[in-house]
């Protein structure tokens, strides 16, 4: 029997289909890793030019070419090689996420080092920045992504980046053989003088023995000032264009899926805050919230609506993510939301806690393991305490109006915390269903809580405060009272806090645990100084609640402290100066 054969009358390659999907594979794969490939490339090439300007040994090839090339010229060739450097190692950051603009900004600085190498007489070093612009020039396709909305805190972040790395690099320069390049022994507040105005273009107290690298050192970190400024105020006069939050119509939509499937998640409700972007599915039966922060698109709790449409709105939350190279976390989802996230869009999980949940019916201060609960109620109703639970819609305007004030009084000057479990607005008209407990002394509000519905027969704590003059046991107080006057309003189930890293604090403080566990523990007591995770714990613990473990899903390990970051700006844990936002809200 013959072999088929071509036009050509030549017998024809029959591929199998099993190497048609090796090589799929692996050119899936390699594509999926180009991005991190040039981005570490890039990183690491911004990094090296910049100890190439620094290194004397490098900086002294300039005096090869002295005898043509005026002192000028050679000294911008060194500016060249140390601001590309910075720019490079920014931009490296932008790769890894795909971004488009960077792609384009990282060809232009290849380009220039080339150029600045070969004027600077490192040939190598000129062919490896032509290897990394024929790499970056011929995967252009990888980079996609849209750049993010403009923020405003991108300038003073860009700011202090490169302020940072240019006073560094400007302590080096004239610290690495001081002896050779300096006149006198300049002190170290002297030399840091020098750095500071030579970023501004003007002159310090330090002299050089050389003219060439008096110029190298102005010239390079006036150029290092005058770039950042560029940057700085390109970014500040740039029309901001903020985050999408819920629109009116989206809010409507999403309080529809809250009535027919509110049920399923206790942090359903609070989906509706108004600075998060919205992803629907394609059936609209499904949705996902969360916001942007330093490019991670971070989701809180499930998404809203029918488990069966969950697929449909992960992939849009996905598609977006890929669209604007953003990182994909999602914080305290359950365990069937991280089960689906994994299913469909590939992240892990790990436990990130446990969330505190009483059952009315099961509720009782009877017992020895509810004594010290029991006894705080009892000192602080005998005080002449009374807790008093309404509807947000039965409330006046002007009586919340007043709650919101005291409540802000009570919280001074802490900062206002919350994003997954929070829902930071108090006694908003379209919030009618929310419950709110006030305790009161002798006719004076002394304490107060706020709960949004969890379903029609659930609740969910959103806000505790106490006048911090106030009796000792007074929240255990309201929380039994709500507890037990919920009943009547046909509440079968109350979320309270969310205590993190709940197991490894109850199984490193047991006789037996070992050494990691306990040193575990001791980390998350210590930050507790700060974040109150231990004291969380505490006082959730006193009620002894169901405990449901909550989830973080995230695309992978190397992702993880940036998503910690995330959540923490988002939590507000890590906080901005109030005077650095009134400026920027000027500009």
Known sequence: MSSPRDDNDGPLRT????????????????????????????????????????????????????????????????????????????????????????????????????????????????????ACLALLATTGREFRAKADPVSRWLAPKLAVQFLVVA??????????????????????????????????????????????????VHVTLGAFGLVTAVLVVYLLLRPAEPDEGLSAQDEQRLRELLAKQGHRDSLGYFALRREKRIVWSASGKAAITGRVVNGVF?????????????????????????????????????????????????????????EAIIYVEEF???????????????????????????????????????????????????VE?????ALSRLGDPADGDCLLATATQNGELRGLLNFVPWGPDGLSLDLM????????????????????????????????????????LERGERIGAGPVLRAWRWILVFASRWWQIETLYRFNVKFRPDWEPRFLSYPGTRDLPRIAVAALEAEAFITRPHRLKRLLGRA
Not at 180 to 201: M, T
Not at 479 to 499: D, H, K, P, W, Y
């Open 465 to 504: 405060r106490r006048d911090r003059s106030a009796d000792n046991g007074l929240n255990e107080f309201m929380i039994a009272e709500v507890i037990q006057q919920s009943a009547a309003m046909g509440v079968t189930r109350i979320s309270l806090n969310f205590a993190v890293f709940r197991d490894a």
């Open 298 to 354: 971070l989701v809180s709790g499930d998404p809203i609506g029918d488990p069966e449409a969950w697929p449909g709105a992960i992939e849009a939350y996905m598609n977006q993510v890929e669209e604007y190279g953003w990182v994909p976390a999602v914080i305290g989802c359950s365990e069937q939301g991280a089960t689906v996230f994994h299913r469909e869009a590939g992240l892990a999980a790990i436990e990130l806690g446990d």
């Open 15 to 130: 591929e199998r289909p099993f190497e048609r999907l090796a090589q799929s594979e692996l050119g899936r794969r390699y594509q999926s890793r180009v991005p991190g490939i040039v981005a570490t490339i890039t990183s690491l090439t911004g990094v090296l030019n910049l100890i190439v300007a620094l290194v004397p040994r490098e900086r002294h090839r300039l005096s090869q070419i002295h005898d043509f090339l005026p002192v000028e010229l050679s000294a911008g060739a060194v500016s060249i090689l140390a601001v590309s450097g910075l720019l490079l190692w920014r931009l490296g950051t932008m790769l890894r996420r795909r971004k488009r603009r960077a792609w384009r900004g990282a060809i232009v600085l290849y380009a220039l080092l080339v150029v600045a190498h070969v004027g600077n007489g490192t040939v190598f070093a000129a062919a490896i920045s032509l």
């Open 417 to 421: 915390r919350g994003f997954s479990m």
């Open 364 to 414: 009782s201060l009877a017992g020895r393991p509810m004594r010290g609960v029991r006894q705080a109620c009892t000192r602080v109703q005998r005080a002449g305490y009374e807790v008093q639970l309404r509807r947000a819609s039965s409330i006046e305007r002007d009586e919340f109006l007043k709650l919101e004030r005291v409540a802000t009084a009570w919280r001074g000057d802490a």
């Open 167 to 216: 006073f560094v690099w400007g302590m080096l320069l004239m610290t690495l053989g001081a002896d050779d390049r300096l006149r006198g022994s300049p002190s170290i507040w002297q030399r840091a003088q020098e750095v500071l105005l030579g970023l501004i273009g003007l002159n310090g107290p330090v002299n050089y023995r050389s003219d060439r690298l008096d110029d190298i």
